[in-house]
């Protein structure tokens, strides 16, 4: 069992950064690839990355391409979103999750970077971009 801790979220003008942090224990993270998902109020769920274990690969919806960047610490146990140039639609819950049970550690099945099912969830940090 994987226990997943986001932090990092708060409070940021439209412009500014934040990265949010994704604490894994229990396991050995290595092999689990790490995706970032966010829900607004009102809103669905929305796949934003997804970083792979073996080769760090990584996968951004068109929503963030360009403005966010995943990245991972196997060593610490950590997985990252560093978030720049933020805009007020980007306010939302975000959570990590780890899968390997169901893509073996890529990020979803056929180069689709979106892991539609995975092993473990965190409870999710709240970024809210003022305007």
């Known amino acids: 069992e994987v226990q997943l801790e986001e932090s990092g979220g708060g409070l940021v003008q439209a412009g500014g950064s934040l990265t949010l942090s994704c604490a894994a224990s229990?396991?050995?993270?290595?092999?689990?690839?790490i995706g970032w998902f966010r829900q607004a109020p009102g809103k669905e769920r929305e796949a934003v990355s997804c970083i792979s274990s073996r080769d760090s690969r990584t996968y951004y919806s068109d929503s963030v391409k360009g403005r966010f960047t995943a990245s991972r610490d196997n060593a610490k146990n950590m997985g990252y979103l560093h978030m720049n140039s933020l805009k007020p639609e980007d306010t939302a819950v975000y959570f990590c999750?780890?899968?390997?049970?169901?893509?073996?550690?890529?990020?979803?099945?056929?180069?689709?970077?979106?892991?539609?099912?995975?092993?473990?969830w965190g409870q999710g940090t709240q970024v809210t971009v003022s305007s």
């Open positions: 999750v780890v899968d390997k049970s169901f893509y073996g550690g890529n990020c979803g099945s056929g180069g689709s970077g979106v892991l539609l099912e995975y092993d473990w």
């Open positions: 229990g396991e050995t993270f290595d092999d689990y690839a």
